[in-house]
């Protein structure tokens, strides 16, 4: 009961949000075999494919891996900055 | 007849496989249904003490395989319920002794004579898991609320799919209302978000079923106690009732706040 009283007038999250959070990234890296290294790799490799044709704002883009029932998906939102100037 | 096949497995040992098909066979056999379980975990035998049958038996499940006693003679009949029956596992060291293809032949010719066969399976990934799943209609996965039973469950339900078994319905064992309440422990709806599968029931972490198992007395035999209801809940979602799920909560007027089970697993 102690805890649940300081939690009240504390920010930490619960040890149950944790527990959440927590199971939430490990199911997601056992569910495809992908670390957030290698996540981080893609998301890199990726920037550059797509900045061959398109001059985009990477600072805000934002790729995720989601959970849609048992099916995870990857998710990509690439604001586009504007044309690359082309050289004829 | 022809009996429907459930083996209930997990990932993590120790969640509840046992006393879950001891109660659930309990409460099905209690509505008249004809019932078997059978003991899968080769070399770790336990089904035997929680259904407090340890003494009558004479054969067991790798004899039976082995051609060593008829089907019938390895059936132990329960003390409590009638049309309550027991296959024990050996207790040898060897786990290749009985193979997917001798499940598959020992349920089909067990089938036509029964309601229901329930299949104790051992925790994990091994040869004893494939003996287990392999002559099952339906899979059911069980875990605690708790970070690494959670995990393994996922794994186990992968596996599961992919051995073609269909996606499994899902089991929460052990969960204590006060901790969730807290903020200290994983709700159901925590546990069916992550897992993104079908809720079969919750059973409550009760002392009862400590106390029960010590007697060899399934606590689905004490209507009273809330895991004895949560099980024969279960068994009622098994035979298609719908039935909402328990109100857990102790401090609230008793089982009369109810919130419905349905749908629930297929957000
Ligand atoms: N709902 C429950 N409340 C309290 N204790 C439980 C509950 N379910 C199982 N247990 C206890 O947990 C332990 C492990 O259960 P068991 O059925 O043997 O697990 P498994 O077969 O998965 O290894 C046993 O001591 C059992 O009495
Ligand atoms: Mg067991």
Not at chain 2, 51 to 63: A, F, K, P, S, T
Not at chain 2, 151 to 172: H, S
Not at chain 2, 179 to 198: E, F, G, P, T, Y
């Amino acid at each position: 009961m102690d805890n649940f009283i300081s939690r009240i007038f504390s920010k930490e999250p619960s040890s149950a949000d944790k527990a959440r959070e927590r199971l939430r990234l490990v199911l997601i890296n056992d569910r495809t075999d992908l670390s957030s290294d290698a996540l981080e790799s893609l998301k890199d490799d990726l920037l550059d494919v797509i900045s061959r044709y398109i001059k985009i704002d990477a600072k805000s883009m934002r790729i995720n891996i989601t959970q849609d029932g048992r099916q995870q998906r990857l998710i990509a939102d690439i604001p586009i900055a504007g044309p690359i100037s082309r050289k004829y | 007849m022809s009996a429907k096949v459930i083996t209930i497995t997990s990932g993590k040992g120790g969640v509840g496989k046992t006393t879950a098909i001891a109660n659930i066979g309990a409460a099905l056999a209690s509505k008249g249904q004809k019932v078997a379980c059978i003991d899968a975990d080769i070399g770790l035998r336990n089904l035997d003490v929680v259904m407090g049958l340890e003494n009558r038996i004479v054969y067991d499940l790798v004899d039976v395989v082995e051609g060593r006693c008829r089907l019938n003679q390895a059936m132990i009949k329960d003390k409590h319920i009638p049309d309550l029956y027991l296959i024990p596992t050996a207790q040898t060291r060897d786990k290749t002794a009985v193979s997917p293809t001798d499940m598959i032949r020992l349920c089909n010719e067990l089938r036509s004579d029964l309601d229901w066969i329930l299949i104790d399976s051992p925790a994990g990934i091994e040869r004893g898991f494939k003996n287990a799943i392999a002559p099952a209609d339906e899979v059911i996965v069980i875990t605690n609320p708790e970070v690494s039973a959670v995990r393994d469950a996922d794994r186990i339900i992968g596996i599961v799919e992919a051995e073609e078994k269909g996606t499994p319905r899902l089991l929460i064992n052990r969960l204590d209302t006060e901790m969730v309440k807290q903020n200290d422990m994983l709700s159901a709806d925590d546990v069916v978000d992550l897992l993104a599968i079908h809720l079969l029931g919750i059973v409550p972490e009760d002392k009862a079923v400590i106390i029960s198992t010590n007697k060899g007395t399934p606590i689905a035999l004490d209507t009273n106690s809330l895991a004895g209801q949560a099980y024969h809940n279960i068994a009622r979602r098994l035979l298609g009732e719908n039935v909402p799920l328990l109100d857990l909560d102790k401090s609230s007027g008793f089982f009369n706040r109810i919130s419905s089970v349905f749908g629930s697993g297929e957000k």
